[in-house]
């Protein structure tokens, strides 16, 4: 992993969720990406979905502290295009070879879509770090991801698809999840109705979900180090 990849993915890792979203023009980038700040949630994957996605990214990098990617990645032109306006990592549906390699040449941190094993050993065997398990949810959801975390423990991956506020905290609390992909926080009808409000609560709800989650963690690890101490004491009893 080169020190730009370990740099963003430690970013993502540290946002643990990112707004996947589809932009119904350039023009509401700039509301979009001063709301989800605000909301304490500075990324945002801009997906190909739309015809103003590269406009978009262009305007969301003006942000200063917002990481922000490209998604739905499914040519080396487009994959172009998205470094041409910025992103600064790309996330695509499925493992396409050539995209791989033309972001690995240009040194641009990328997460193809994977769910299957055989496409995990494809994607590991073309030098990649971080993937993407997509569609999450109609793959298995968390299921799958134990699954993967027992032959492949050193992957770390980015599920999306079909993630929302109700499920988000169980795959938060697995250890081979960077973080998750949600299209739930910024949908494109807000928007188009200009609703940054409500795109910020749901960030900032989301945001609270992984505070929770990092709190629970804390409380869990400080309990166990108290009961291995315990046990220790008792053995030298």
Not at 37 to 54: D, M, N, Q
Not at 131 to 150: H, I
């Amino acid at each position: 992993m080169t020190d730009v990849e370990k740099q963003v993915f430690e970013q993502l890792r540290a946002c643990r969720v990112v707004p996947v979203v589809k932009l119904p023009n350039a023009g509401c980038a700039e509301g979009l990406g001063r709301a989800l700040l605000s909301a304490g949630l500075p990324c945002i994957e801009v997906t190909f979905r739309s015809a103003a996605a590269e406009g978009a990214i262009r305007e969301l990098v003006r942000l200063p502290g917002l990481l922000v990617g490209a998604g739905t990645i499914r040519s080396v032109e487009q994959a172009r295009a998205a470094q041409k306006a910025g992103a600064r990592f790309l996330v695509s549906p499925g493992l396409r070879e050539d995209v791989v390699k033309y972001a690995l040449a240009e040194g641009l941190p990328i997460a193809p879509g994977v769910c299957t094993p055989s496409e995990v050993e494809r994607a590991l065997d073309l030098g990649l770090t971080v993937l993407k398990f997509f569609p999450a949810e109609q793959f298995g959801g968390v299921g799958t991801l134990k699954a993967f975390s027992a032959v492949y423990p050193d992957v770390p991956f980015m599920p999306t698809g079909g993630i929302n506020a109700d499920n988000l905290s169980r795959y938060l609390a697995l250890d081979n999840v960077l973080c998750c992909g949600g299209s739930w926080l910024a949908e494109t009808a807000l928007l188009s109705e200009g609703r940054f409000d409500e795109i910020e609560r749901r960030a900032r709800h989301a945001a609270g979900i992984v505070a929770s989650g990092i709190a629970s963690a804390g409380v869990a690890t400080s309990a166990g180090s108290k009961s291995g101490s315990i046990g220790s004491s008792r053995s030298a009893g």
